[in-house]
């Protein structure tokens, strides 16, 4: 697993300590791939609801509060395959 990918899991257990109301997955392109759900964060590759894709940087500064994932959305720098609305909640939390 990438550092990338296991800061990555731990940000996300640290905002979503309960896990999601859903199956989310979250792509990093060169690093790897995180699935959240009920159970938590974890880095694994399974179909999910909906299919989140950023950078590496980009993901960071989402999860660090710097960018706003509805920004990084409008702008491209995020891609959203999947329930738009479990996306909207998921980017609520973030």
Request: charged share 20%; hydrophobic share 50%.
């Amino acid at each position: 697993m990438s550092e990338v990918i296991a800061k990555a899991v731990q940000m996300l257990g640290a905002k979503l300590p309960n896990g999601f109301d859903g199956v989310a997955k979250f792509v990093i392109p060169g690093e790897g791939t995180i699935m959240l759900d009920p159970d938590g964060a974890r880095a694994g590759d399974t179909p999910a609801d909906v299919t989140l894709t950023a950078e590496a940087e980009v993901f960071e500064q989402i999860l660090s509060g710097d960018m706003n994932p509805t920004a990084a959305f409008m702008t491209g720098k995020l891609t959203v395959d999947g329930d738009m609305g479990l996306a909207m909640k998921l980017g609520a939390v973030l």
